[in-house]
């Protein structure tokens, strides 16, 4: 028997958090964090609020249900804040191991060093390359590579002797991702036909028919928007997500190749490029500067100012974050200043609630009041729609269906899709964080 008990991500979006137990062993699957709970809060430093403060403002899981109980390892299916970014709160708790591709286990590391305070013993050594499986005990665990808008994602199974669970809460369907993995569709049909007891599936972009575009046409949009921009001759500004590395490498190359000088600015994306190009995943051109450090940004700032169309400006700040690079160039408060001219990339969606669109909304206003030019949704997202989601369940063909990481709207949608494609009403579990549900026997 299965037992599968979510403690976050269940009728929301973030904070993903789930444990799979066989016969009262635990292997947990993420630890997030959910970022709107804690946007809602102003001057929160998550890495100063302890855990017990997180869990009362709902911005990491409640895991108190799991206190007592055996957890044989922690699990971690890609490098997202909604899904690692509890781990430095969570895991000391329970002496397990922890199991994360390497791309996914040094940014883990990074966000606890980032943390004040007594950094937890934590053992994150085990890098486990997409497509290998660990023992722990007598349950497999396989991270099988999958697409999404971060490299080294996994969906993750485990299996116990017949029984076995998929864990997807993440993932698109790309034949041309530019960088990394494909989806390993070959071995997703393989699980079909091996008996598959149950799936979690994700459904961020569920009310989205699809399919989902691939990174090569972000590109191909990025090419066109970047190509349109350059003409004004003012300064350029593209932003997207830190951790999106094949999309920072898009706007990297196609900036040289058109002309311009990319200058990447930002802590967060000085830290993942860092990891990346660590770990050999991507290579940058040598001549690209990296900025972090508040020095040597404000000084590459007043350089660009000087001589505003030869630069192409890549920062963070895509959600209308307070604390971003293009929020406080919007303020004021650092240069360059906006001018007529200038041209903004948004190479990101904005994150669906109430808090980040306020927040971008309030960006835009204050970019375009100051002469700024938008080019809105230059970008595909690392979440597959309903075309694609149904492609997937005819692949993994898993007996019963948990629908995960949505809003209570979303959840239902993946229920009526998988009514569509031939599931009973008894086949499709929708619940709540905190309550358990068992299956098999």
């Given at each position: 028997m299965i037992e599968v008990l979510p403690l976050g991500g269940m009728n929301e979006i973030g904070k993903n958090m789930t444990a799979i137990g066989f016969d009262g062993k635990y292997i947990i699957v993420d630890m997030g964090i959910r970022l709107d709970s804690i946007l809602a809060f102003e001057d929160v430093e998550i890495g100063k609020m302890t855990k017990e403060e997180l869990v009362n403002i709902n911005a990491i899981p409640d895991d108190s249900m799991l206190h007592g109980k055996k957890v044989e390892a922690i699990v971690l299916t890609h490098g997202h804040l909604d899904h690692v970014g509890a781990v430095g709160k969570l895991a000391a708790t329970y002496n397990a191991?922890?199991?994360?591709?390497?791309?996914?286990?040094?940014?883990?590391?990074?966000?606890?060093?980032?943390?004040?305070?007594?950094t937890p013993r934590l053992d994150l050594r085990r890098h486990i390359p997409p497509g290998d499986t660990v023992d722990v005990g007598k349950i497999s665990v396989e991270f099988?590579?999958?697409?999404?808008?971060?490299l080294q994602t996994s969906a993750i199974l485990i299996r116990k002797g017949e029984e076995s669970i998929l864990v997807a809460s993440d993932f698109k369907l790309d034949d041309e991702p530019l960088l990394g993995y494909k989806t390993d569709t070959k071995r997703l049909e393989e699980i079909g036909k091996e008996g598959l007891l149950a799936a979690m599936v994700g459904s961020v972009r569920l009310d989205e028919e699809g399919p989902t575009g691939s990174e090569a046409q972000a590109k191909e949009m990025l090419r066109d928007a970047m190509n349109d921009a350059f003409t004004t001759r003012g300064l350029v500004f593209v932003t997207t997500f830190s951790s999106h590395i094949t999309r920072l490498k898009s706007i990297v190359d196609l900036a040289f190749e058109l002309g311009r000088t990319p200058v990447m600015i930002g802590r967060s994306m000085r830290s993942y490029t860092k990891i990346a190009m660590h770990l050999d995943l991507v290579d940058f051109p040598a001549e690209l500067q990296i900025l972090g450090r508040p020095n040597a940004v404000r000084n590459i700032l007043k350089k660009i100012e000087q001589s505003r169309s030869d630069y192409v400006l890549i920062c963070t700040g895509h959600q209308g974050e307070p604390t971003s690079v293009l929020t406080r160039i919007a303020d004021g408060r650092i240069p360059p200043s906006i001018?007529?001219?200038?041209?903004?990339?948004?190479?990101?969606?904005?994150i669906p609630n109430p808090i980040n669109q306020s927040n971008r909304a309030i960006q835009e206003t204050k970019l375009e009041a100051q002469g700024a030019h938008i080019h809105r949704n230059v970008h595909v997202s690392g979440h597959a729609g309903r075309v694609d989601t149904a492609e997937f369940l005819s692949m993994i063909k898993p007996e019963h269906i948990i629908p995960c990481h949505g809003t209570p709207e979303k959840l239902r949608t993946m229920a009526e899709l998988s009514r569509q494609i031939g599931y009973s009403g008894k086949q499709v579990h929708i619940f709540g964080n905190g309550i358990s549900l068992k299956l098999g026997g």
């Open positions: 191991p922890i199991y994360g591709t390497p791309f996914t286990s040094e940014i883990t590391k990074h966000i606890i060093k980032e943390e004040s305070g007594p099988i590579p999958i697409t999404h808008s971060i001018k007529n001219g200038d041209e903004v990339i948004y190479s990101a969606s904005v």
